[in-house]
Structure formats: C-alpha cells, structure tokens
C-alpha cells in the first residue's frame, strides 16, 4: 500500500530564506510523485508532479522537487522564500496500481516571516 | 476562464437534516472527484465518477451518496449529517483516467453541522 508521510506539519522561513518541506513516500512499485499548494479557504492547485524520466521536476512559482528513489523521498525546494509562499503544501503518491487514486500526505503549513 | 465552482463555498445544516453540494465545471473533463477535508489533515478521497461510471471508495459512508446528471455538474449528499461530518469538500475534476492527468480543484464548500 502506498503512503506518505511530510516531516514537520509546520515550517518557518523568513522572507528570501531557501524553502525546504521534506516529503518521504512508500510504494510497491515505481510511484508517481505529486505536490500540491492549498491557499487558505481555496482549492488545491498542482505545483509539480514526476512521472518518468528525469529526477529533478520544475513547478509554478520558483518550486522545484527531486525524486530521490534510494532516499524514497520527493522533497520540495524554492531558493529565496515570497510573503506570497505562505500555504498548505501536500505531497502525494499514485502508481500503476492505483489508477486513479491519489493518496495525500498530511501537509506541511509554511509561514513566511517579513 | 474555464474553472471548477462550487456552492455553496459555505454551508450550515442541522443534526441529521439532509443537506447537498453542488460542483460544476466548464472544462469538460471526464472524471469528476470528491473529497472530504478535516481541518489541518489531508483530503479524503470519498468517490469519483468516470463519465457516468460511479467508484466508491471502500471507506466511505454510506451516509454519502453522489449524482452526476450531466458532464458538467456533480452532486454531494449527505443523508443524515453528523457532527463528524463537518469539514471542507472538495470537488476537482481530471481530462480523464488515469494518475498521470492533473486533477482541478474547485475551492471547496465548507460544511458545519449544528
């Protein structure tokens, strides 16, 4: 079965510091990896997934995630932290035997110090 | 600008009076999905439709029924709301099957139960 687990459910940055939220993973089989952003009252919205291919995956808004298959992690990076950044961050895993089920982590809430 | 929408974004029904969410969408996509959110956990995935196929998760309550009357909108009911039953529901849609398509999130309906 798959599963996700993100270390720290809160992380502080202080403004233009490096953004760094850690997301580890359990799968069977080669996963799909996704991260999502969820601003307060709002949907989730998609920053980046890996599918195939290459390991290190470009998001939306300077994010960036690399899959490390050894360290059965998908962790998240930005290199200089926006007030903007503040939000829920989700990590979630799928494979080829869930096809059309996503599983969510328990989320990481970033604040963003001015 | 072609979006998923949901409404209520805030709804407040009584201890076992039926109450129903509404979710549209105006991408035409094939897959339609809700979820049920708690405060500070991940999102739930409770069922989902493939065109008009429905798929139930194994664990969730009978208490929660879906309608899909037509590509665009999707329907949550709740038969007997309980105070658990309190939470943010997500509605988001994919073009189609399969863990490799993006899923849309709608901005959620917040749900209390008096």
């Known amino acids: 079965a798959q599963s996700v687990t993100q270390l720290g459910s809160h992380v502080s940055v202080s403004e233009g510091a490096l953004v760094l939220l850690r997301c580890n993973y359990s799968?069977?089989?080669?996963?799909?990896l996704f991260w999502y952003v969820q601003y307060p009252n709002q949907g989730l919205q998609l920053l980046l997934k890996y599918t195939t291919g290459a390991t290190l995956v470009k998001g939306i808004n300077g994010f960036e995630a690399e899959f490390k298959k050894s360290e059965t992690s998908f962790h998240l990076t930005k290199p200089s932290a926006h007030m903007s950044d503040a939000a829920e961050y989700f990590c979630?895993?799928?494979?080829?035997?869930?096809?059309?089920?996503?599983?969510f982590g328990p989320g990481t809430s970033l604040s963003v110090i001015p | 600008d072609a979006m998923v929408i949901q409404n209520p974004r805030y709804q407040v029904t009584q201890f076992g009076k039926p109450v129903t969410l509404s979710c549209s969408q105006t991408?035409?996509?094939?897959?339609m999905y809700w979820y049920q959110q708690k405060s500070s956990q991940a999102p739930k995935l409770l069922f989902h439709y493939y065109d008009k196929d429905f798929n139930n998760e194994a664990d969730t309550p009978d208490n929660f029924q879906s309608r899909r009357p037509n590509t665009s909108f999707c329907f949550l009911d709740i038969r007997s709301p309980g105070l658990g039953d309190a939470a943010m529901y997500l509605c988001?849609?994919?073009?189609?099957?399969?863990?490799?398509?993006?899923?849309?999130f709608g901005p959620g309906t917040r749900l209390t139960v008096t």
């Open positions: 991408l035409n996509h094939n897959v």
């Open positions: 799968s069977s089989v080669p996963p799909y």
């Open positions: 979630a895993v799928s494979d080829s035997t869930s096809y059309d089920k996503v599983i």
């Open positions: 988001a849609t994919s073009r189609d099957r399969g863990n490799l398509y993006e899923q849309y």
